[in-house]
């Protein structure tokens, strides 16, 4: 299980996270990508709270795919479009930690990859013991040069 420190020597963090996380020998860890605040039927929400609902959602999904949850995860990076939208953020953001506290960096940005974007996470997670049991292996693409013959020979 990974530790969690807060040493009494700095200031107390001020939101849900840890200064820092010492994570055990041969952890499995599970690299998150940001996450957007797109449904899965591709709809994005208007609101920051239902926007950082998906976003965790979607994490949770990536988690449990790798056969862990959201107490393995021991480092968020969360990116936002403005300022004041992060008090509701913060607030959504706790409810899915439930008082977990991975190591934490939130960063203000002027903009997203579309304009309509007002949220996006990142996490690492990690585990101790042996390979995911759950884990759902996404299928391979095909390389891009054999999706071009192929269309090739379509014509």
Known sequence: ??????????????ASYSHGVEIPP???????????????????PSTIEEQTEVVWTNIKAVLAGAGMGIRDIVKITSFLTR????????????????????????????ALAKPEFLVEVEAVAAKAGGPAKAARRVPKRAPRRAVKAKKRARR
């Open 26 to 44: 041969n952890a499995r860890w599970l690299y998150v990508a940001g996450q957007i605040p797109v449904r899965p039927d591709g709809s994005i």
């Open 1 to 14: 299980m990974p530790r969690f420190f807060s040493p009494e020597s700095t200031a107390a963090p001020n």
């Open 83 to 110: 300022f004041e939208n992060f008090p509701r953020f913060a607030q959504v953001r706790a409810g899915f930690l439930d008082g977990h506290r991975p190591a934490s960096t939130s960063v203000i940005i002027s």
